[in-house]
């Protein structure tokens, strides 16, 4: 219903709905309608799901993969193939403030300019220095995290621009999040021959690239600096403006192509290679969570075709 609402604002156009917005009466009658395409699941609890996910919700990912890939001539292309994940990066080691940071790298090793998110709505020059980290984006949400509208921005103020020099198509890999699904982000991607593909939900501790290897590695060197900071400055909190120049450090020595590109390659994605992912991670398909994990919807298919 969402979506639905968010359709109708953005072309503009008359709603016929009575209370101004899809009501469960009308979604109803629209799985109806369409029940020769869609069909739903109910969700089901799962108090480990993160502890892994089926063969099924894999290798169902794998196909898909590979049949984009091989649609957009991407197979033998690394320079075209990113993925994006955001962290948060604390202000101390025990990690009670933070920043958020969105990072972008490819297959061939780039690591795209950083997406740094600040826990506030408004953001101070000195919080954004134009010269620190050369090409960063700034923003701010109210909870320190990523939102739709911070994910568009980045598209549009930050991937599009930083890659509008390699040839189309592009393929962008990302979490599974509400965040990065929006008609308009969809619209823009289009617009831009950038290809939306969202990993299943819940499997990002096995497919996540950065989360598999390179976040791992960033996270041990973050500490580090952290620990460099507050020997040095006696114990100095870090604040926002000595963050940016951390975290300068952190992205000069610790986000080079020998500490990127092995994600891609340790997820499977590049080389395409499925049976990188160990079989002793994945449970068996006896329960069937393959609805409530893999999550492909048709935005999901739209983003991806």
Same mark, same amino acid.
């Given at each position: 219903m969402k979506y639905g609402t968010e359709y109708v604002n953005l072309l503009d156009l008359q709603s016929r709905f009575r209370f101004g917005a899809p009501?469960?009466?009308?979604?109803?009658?629209?799985i109806k309608r369409w029940s020769h395409r869609l069909k739903t699941m109910k969700s089901i609890r799962l108090e480990k799901l993160r502890a892994g996910v089926t063969k099924e919700v894999v290798n169902g990912?794998?196909?898909?993969?590979?049949?984009?890939l091989k649609k957009l001539d991407l197979l033998d292309k690394p320079s075209n193939i990113f993925n994006a994940d955001e962290s948060d990066f604390g202000f101390t080691v025990e990690v009670e403030n933070h920043t958020t940071v969105l990072l972008?790298?490819?297959?061939?090793?780039?690591?795209?300019?950083?997406?740094?998110?600040?826990?506030s709505l408004r953001l101070y020059d000195q919080w954004c220095p134009k010269n620190v980290i050369s090409g960063a984006v700034y923003n701010g949400?109210? $909870? #320190?995290? +990523?939102?739709?509208?911070?994910?568009?921005?980045?598209?549009?103020?930050?991937?599009?621009?930083?890659?509008?020099?390699?040839?189309?198509?592009?393929?962008l890999i990302l979490d599974n999040h509400s965040t990065h699904l929006s008609i308009r982000t969809a619209k823009l991607a289009i617009k831009h021959n950038v290809h939306i593909l969202c990993l299943p939900s819940h499997?990002?501790?096995?497919?996540?690239?950065?989360?598999v290897y390179t976040f791992k590695y960033v996270k041990t060197q973050w500490r580090n600096l952290l620990w460099e900071f507050n020997k040095s400055s006696?114990?100095?909190?870090?604040?926002?403006?000595?963050?940016v120049k951390l975290f300068a450090k952190l992205y000069d020595y610790a986000l080079l192509?020998?500490?990127c590109s092995p994600s891609l390659a340790k997820a499977g994605i590049f080389p395409y290679d499925p049976r990188i992912i160990r079989q002793d991670k994945l449970i068996?398909?006896?329960?069937?969570? $393959? #609805?409530? +994990?893999e999550n492909q919807n048709s935005i999901q298919r739209s983003l991806s075709v």
């Amino acid at each position: 219903m969402k979506y639905g609402t968010e359709y109708v604002n953005l072309l503009d156009l008359q709603s016929r709905f009575r209370f101004g917005a899809p009501t469960k009466e009308w979604y109803y009658g629209f799985i109806k309608r369409w029940s020769h395409r869609l069909k739903t699941m109910k969700s089901i609890r799962l108090e480990k799901l993160r502890a892994g996910v089926t063969k099924e919700v894999v290798n169902g990912w794998f196909l898909k993969l590979h049949s984009v890939l091989k649609k957009l001539d991407l197979l033998d292309k690394p320079s075209n193939i990113f993925n994006a994940d955001e962290s948060d990066f604390g202000f101390t080691v025990e990690v009670e403030n933070h920043t958020t940071v969105l990072l972008t790298t490819s297959a061939d090793g780039t690591c795209l300019p950083p997406y740094i998110i600040c826990k506030s709505l408004r953001l101070y020059d000195q919080w954004c220095p134009k010269n620190v980290i050369s090409g960063a984006v700034y923003n701010g949400t109210e $909870s #320190g995290w +990523i939102d739709e509208n911070c994910f568009y921005e980045y598209l549009s103020k930050s991937f599009i621009p930083k890659t509008h020099h390699i040839a189309r198509p592009l393929l962008l890999i990302l979490d599974n999040h509400s965040t990065h699904l929006s008609i308009r982000t969809a619209k823009l991607a289009i617009k831009h021959n950038v290809h939306i593909l969202c990993l299943p939900s819940h499997s990002t501790h096995l497919l996540q690239p950065l989360d598999v290897y390179t976040f791992k590695y960033v996270k041990t060197q973050w500490r580090n600096l952290l620990w460099e900071f507050n020997k040095s400055s006696r114990n100095k909190t870090l604040d926002k403006p000595d963050f940016v120049k951390l975290f300068a450090k952190l992205y000069d020595y610790a986000l080079l192509p020998a500490h990127c590109s092995p994600s891609l390659a340790k997820a499977g994605i590049f080389p395409y290679d499925p049976r990188i992912i160990r079989q002793d991670k994945l449970i068996n398909n006896g329960v069937n969570v $393959s #609805g409530c +994990i893999e999550n492909q919807n048709s935005i999901q298919r739209s983003l991806s075709v």
